[in-house]
């Protein structure tokens, strides 16, 4: 993976996550962040949080608002969480956080690193220097205010930023990964998402190399009363501009996360969800069987749990659609519907299983899980559904019959529907051409 991957725009959004989804975003973000790591190793972990689309999906299968800044407060506050208990198991740490706890990081870094043998001192340096780096060196107009820091035993690290811009009501958001990092000061990102602001003064583009030169030169020769004179007798003498020059920074993916926070057909890429269907449908009852027996586990869970596997497991391509993976546990706003807390539950319940499996030596549950995004691939071309807006017409309906829940109450069955709480019948027809 590229040290810089892409860039995206993220709407500013307010409020809180409310206690119950918090919870349970721990505990998913925890088992998921613990089959990564037992599939592809920890720092594969930092690779993955350092790449804006693949967090951002992480944030929205977790049932977080699909395309909010309050993703990025969310997944690191779940993750911090989540993996406090596992730290020691699994060698990751989760430092920082919004507001004052990102001002706690050097310190945390410090004890950490008095506990598991790194170098705290020189890491809690490294924080402060990245977080300067983004509010000094590239001034774009977005004041930071959230700051984390997931560190390994062995030191290897990834830093995820956030600004904000209150005026434009928009965040951006910086990756950093010390895997490949050789300077703090010329192109450390790993990413950096956000909506253009025009012009910026971005000093760590390697082409500014000579700018930050001449101006130490200059600081060093004239010292400050000397630099403050020059500048005065610059001042109504601007030079005519220069001829613009052909930039050889290659182009990057660019994620746009809409201002709308309704779910629409124009933000998911619709053969990958079907895949995601039709591989729920196609090896949910072989390689789930007996899953399939236990009361109340069904289809839509596995359904779901397609979701999962391709988060777990899925190249960095298959992430340009964040909003598509807001169908394995819906949005905590309602969109594109209510978080179904049944299918959340037994979605952790048969992930947990499949993790504390391996530990144990029995692969077969998390093989299954990861025959699931196979199986996704396998069929992409071959598939067809309803419409989007069917789908989630559906999921409202039964939404009821999920446990769904928002931050406006639970839902109630619709007048004309029976109600059941047989989830194995709720899913729309998967129709796989041969």
């Known amino acids: 993976m590229a040290r810089r991957s892409g ?42 949080l350092a790449h804006p689309f693949w967090f951002q999906s992480f944030g929205a299968v977790m049932g977080m608002d699909w395309h909010s800044s309050g993703v990025t407060t969310s997944v690191i506050g779940a993750l911090k969480r989540g993996l406090a208990p596992l730290s020691d198991e699994l060698g990751i740490h989760v430092c920082g956080g919004r507001g004052k706890h990102s001002r706690q990081t050097p310190r945390e870094l410090v004890s950490i690193g008095e506990r598991v043998g790194f170098d705290g001192s020189a890491l809690a340096t490294t924080s402060r220097l990245v977080a300067k780096v983004d509010s000094a060196a590239v001034q774009d107009g977005f004041d930071l205010y959230l700051h984390g820091f997931i560190v390994t035993n062995d030191g290897q690290w990834v830093v995820i930023q956030q600004g904000m811009n209150g005026d434009r009501k928009q965040a951006r958001r910086y990756h950093w990964l010390s895997e490949g990092l050789k300077s703090f000061v010329e192109e450390p990102h790993s990413a950096i998402d956000g909506v253009g ?10 082409r500014a190399e ?5 101006q130490l030169d200059v600081l060093q020769s004239l010292g400050p009363d000397g630099v403050a004179r020059e500048l ?9 501009p220069a001829k613009p020059t052909v930039s050889k920074q290659p ?19 619709k053969p990958r969800l079907y895949a995601n269907l039709a591989a729920a449908a196609d090896r949910g009852p072989s390689d789930f069987a007996e899953l399939l027996l236990v009361p109340g586990v069904g289809a839509r869970t596995v359904r779901a749990l397609a979701m999962v596997a391709e988060v777990v497991h899925g190249a960095p391509y298959r992430f340009t659609d964040p909003a598509r993976f807001s169908f394995a546990h819906g949005g905590k706003d309602r969109h594109p519907f209510p978080v179904p807390l049944r299918v959340y539950d037994q979605t952790i319940q048969v992930l947990k299983s499949a993790v504390q499996s391996a530990k144990l030596g029995r692969g077969e549950e998390l093989a299954a899980l990861k025959r699931l995004d196979e199986q996704s691939r396998y069929v992409e ?16 309906q039964f939404s009821h019959s999920f446990g769904g829940r928002s931050v406006f109450g639970w839902e109630r069955p619709p007048r004309d529907c029976a109600d059941t709480n047989d989830l194995t019948a709720r899913q729309a027809p998967i129709r796989t051409l041969k």
Not at 19 to 30: N, P, Q, V, Y
Not at 197 to 206: A, C, K, P, Y
Not at 257 to 267: E, G, I, L, N, Q
Request: glycine residues 6%; aromatic residues 2%.
């Open 210 to 214: 000579a700018s930050r030169r001449s």
């Open 7 to 48: 860039s995206a725009d993220l709407p500013l959004h307010g409020g809180r996550v409310p206690k119950w989804l918090a919870d349970r975003m721990s505990r998913l973000g925890a088992v998921m962040s613990e089959a990564i790591v037992h599939h592809y190793g920890r720092e594969e972990l930092l690779r993955r």
């Open 251 to 269: 182009f990057l993916p660019h994620l746009i996360m809409p201002a709308h926070h309704d779910v629409r057909s124009s933000d998911v890429l």
């Open 232 to 240: 005065s007798a610059l001042d109504g003498h601007a030079e005519k």
């Open 381 to 396: 071309r071959q598939t067809s559904n309803p419409p989007i807006e069917e789908l989630i017409a559906q999921e409202l």
């Open 197 to 206: 602001q025009g012009e910026i003064v971005n000093l760590t583009d390697r």
